[in-house]
């Protein structure tokens, strides 16, 4: 009988399984690094390798520069895939209230070999999205008005995402999005 050695990629596999939750589905998954000088946090360095996991419900970012981190499919805004770079840009946390604008924070990976997790990343992202209308505001500020769901939920969340580099702060601007997007709302009857 030959006994089965646990190789790099058998290693790199169950490391990827055992970060799922129980009863969440697997996507696809591939080998990253943190694109040129992106940096923790804390200002240090990230580190050189680790994993984009794709599932049902999230996006992990598995091995790069301390713990596990993860991001539901609600929360990421926007992703763009320009080879070998993926960037995505997630809703920062505490700006999740009802029609509260949302504020970005963009990271990027550079993918050696993709697979599908582009594709998939696009899919899931547009999967949690119900409706969305882009108008313009005071002083010609563009804006897209959203409503989301969780990938298991049912509760619709709405959101208004201002062109980068806005003052969403302003409350002459946050007043018009309110307005625009409380007659949203009612046209759609969601």
């Known amino acids: 009988m030959r006994t089965i050695r646990p190789g790099p990629r058998r290693s790199r596999v169950r490391a990827v399984r055992e970060a799922l939750a129980p009863g969440e589905r697997l996507f696809s998954w591939a080998e990253t690094s943190r694109d040129f000088d992106e940096v923790d946090v804390d200002g240090t360095p990230a580190a050189d390798t680790g994993y984009l996991v794709v599932t049902d419900r999230r996006f992990l970012v598995l091995g790069l520069a301390g713990p596990m981190e993860s991001i539901a499919w609600e929360r990421v805004m926007w992703a763009r895939w320009n080879p070998p770079v993926l960037t995505l840009a997630g809703q920062e946390p505490g700006s999740a209230e009802p029609g509260a604008p949302m504020r970005e924070s963009t990271v990027r990976f550079r ?23 882009r108008v313009s505001l005071v002083g010609g500020i563009g804006a897209r008005l959203v409503a989301r769901r969780r990938p298991l939920g049912r509760e619709v969340s709405w959101h208004v995402v201002f062109d980068q580099g806005t003052d969403n702060g302003d409350p002459v601007l946050r007043r018009d999005a309110e307005q625009e997007l409380a007659q949203f709302r009612d046209s759609v009857g969601i």
Do not use: M
């Open 111 to 133: 993918l050696a070999s993709p697979g599908n997790v582009p594709a998939h990343v696009h899919e899931r992202i547009e999967a949690t999205i119900v409706v969305q209308r």
